[in-house]
């Protein structure tokens, strides 16, 4: 069966420092990969997604940016965090197969940029 | 261009009376419709879900859909509300099935 890890659980970074939030697929290939973040007492906002390695595309211009390095394996990013970054940010995938329909959520990663 | 209207952020219902959950979309043709489920700080949870066939779905927990396409709408119901059933709940469309587009959400409160 497939499944979705993602991590952190939960983050808390200064100001200025750097990011890393990593989110794996198991169980199938080629999946759509998706960046969400939920702010606070917000609905979700699409932050990336991409369709296969390499392939990124970015739905807000933003202080964050993704990878694919490889087919299960999707990443978000930042250089340096703003205040703004916080948040709860979640992965997920779909199949690209339509016999499959559908987002698997990861367990999400709450950030709290101080 | 797609888009979900849940009508309502914060519903509160008493234990044991009925819950209704509203949905409308816009979309060009008929979509792939979905509701979720959110706890606190945990990712979302598929409920439901319409994609061809029977327009009532059934989904886990006793909740259920019905997808009306001459009211572009999807709203969710349960008889009979539990304490367990508060939380955040997304309506989602997909005209494709890949790309969603979700609703801001309603939060359910449910008062003993």
């Known amino acids: 069966s497939q499944t979705i890890h993602q991590w952190p659980a939960t983050l808390v970074q200064p100001v200025g420092s750097p990011l890393s939030l990593e989110c794996t697929v198991e169980?199938?290939?080629?999946?759509?990969l998706y960046w969400y973040r939920q702010a606070a007492g917000r609905g979700l906002q699409l932050l990336f997604y991409?369709?296969?390695?390499?392939?990124i595309s970015s739905e807000v211009p933003q202080n964050l940016s993704a990878s694919r390095p490889q087919d299960r394996q999707f990443i978000l990013s930042s250089k340096k965090l703003l205040l703004s970054d916080s948040g709860f940010y979640l992965c997920?995938?779909?199949?690209?197969?339509?016999?499959?329909?559908?987002?698997?959520f990861g367990s999400g990663t709450r950030l709290t940029v101080v | 261009a797609q888009s979900v209207t849940q009508l309502g952020s914060h519903v509160s219902v008493s234990e044991g009376a009925l819950v209704l959950l509203r949905c409308n979309y816009s979309?060009?043709?008929?979509?792939?419709l979905f509701w979720y489920v959110q706890y606190p700080n945990q990712g979302l949870q598929l409920l439901l879900k319409?994609?061809?066939?029977?327009?009532l779905v059934k989904g886990i927990n006793g909740f259920e859909a019905e997808f009306k396409k001459s009211e572009t709408s999807f709203h969710l119901t349960k008889p009979s509300a539990h304490m367990s059933d508060a939380a955040e709940y997304f309506c989602?469309?997909?005209?494709?099935?890949?790309?969603?587009?979700f609703g801001t959400g309603t939060s359910l409160t449910v008062i003993p």
């Open positions: 997920a995938w779909s199949a690209t197969h339509r016999g499959q329909i559908g987002y698997t």
């Open positions: 169980g199938t290939s080629n999946p759509n």
């Open positions: 991409s369709v296969g390695i390499g392939q």
């Open positions: 979309s060009s043709v008929p979509p792939y």
């Open positions: 319409y994609t061809t066939g029977a327009t």
């Open positions: 989602a469309v997909s005209p494709t099935g890949n790309q969603f587009y």
